[in-house]
């Protein structure tokens, strides 16, 4: 049972456009969203984080917005650039002590000139 | 500053044959995680070390698989009598015990 999914498993946009990368939930327990990057060959790297108390966090062209009676997260990227070409992973952590992650499939954005 | 570093990144073994991955944390870092993914797939959560409490085994595979964490610091994933669906990419990854996890970037096995 996947309870982070990334329906999308790639996406393609064009420089200087928006990407909206999408994320489903099923568990209620889930109290903090994150969104990594990833790199051919290199591990993910962090990229913004959101707490359930929130329904929007920003951070420079990065923002992420949570819907939590839909259980529904995204991460929007603005102006898109080629450097943004990756794998977006959503990850999910569950309140109640354990710290470990879940992590949807992945969806591969391809920023083109 | 050094970041989570995993040895060796490539390893090719012969199917029922051990094999060791290991990991160097953050410094600093009490939390310490390993994930797989294998190809075309998400990360899999495998198993979480938090300080001194007792791991959370709950994403080990099989008992092939087991890891340990020697004084808080430097962490071994081991794979006895491997078979040709181990093959993945073996992610460590450590924390300040919440997130945001911080990755090495991984070993690459592959069972032949």
């Known amino acids: 049972d996947q309870q982070v999914k990334q329906n999308s498993p790639s996406l393609s946009v064009q420089e200087g456009r928006i990407s909206i990368l999408n994320c489903d939930y099923t568990?209620?327990?889930?109290?903090?969203f994150l969104w990594y990057k990833k790199y051919p060959a290199e591990g993910p790297t962090f990229l913004i984080s959101?707490?359930?108390?929130?329904d929007k966090n920003e951070d420079g062209r990065f923002t992420v917005f949570l819907n939590k009676s839909a259980k529904h997260l995204s991460l929007h990227i603005v102006p898109s650039q080629p450097g943004d070409s990756a794998v977006y992973f959503c990850?999910?952590?569950?309140?109640?002590?354990?710290?470990?992650?879940?992590f949807g499939a992945g969806t591969r954005l391809a920023v083109h000139p | 500053g050094a970041g989570v570093s995993q040895s060796p990144s490539n390893k090719v073994t012969e199917k029922g044959k051990d094999v060791e991955l290991r990991c160097d944390p953050i410094?600093?870092?009490?939390?310490l995680y390993w994930y797989r993914q294998s190809l075309g797939q998400g990360l899999e959560f495998l198993i979480y070390?938090?300080?001194?409490?007792?791991?959370?085994k709950s994403g080990l595979p099989s008992d092939r698989f087991s890891a340990e964490r020697t004084g808080g610091s430097v962490s071994t994933l081991t794979i006895q009598r491997t078979q040709q669906e181990d093959s993945a990419v073996y992610l460590c990854?450590?924390?300040?015990?919440?997130?945001?996890?911080?990755f090495g970037n991984g070993t690459r096995l592959t069972v032949t």
């Open positions: 070390f938090q300080g001194n409490s007792a791991p959370d």
């Open positions: 959101i707490s359930s108390i929130k």
């Open positions: 410094s600093g870092h009490t939390a």
């Open positions: 568990n209620s327990m889930f109290d903090y």
């Open positions: 990850a999910a952590k569950s309140r109640g002590g354990y710290n470990k992650l879940i």
């Open positions: 990854a450590s924390s300040l015990g919440v997130p945001p996890l911080h």
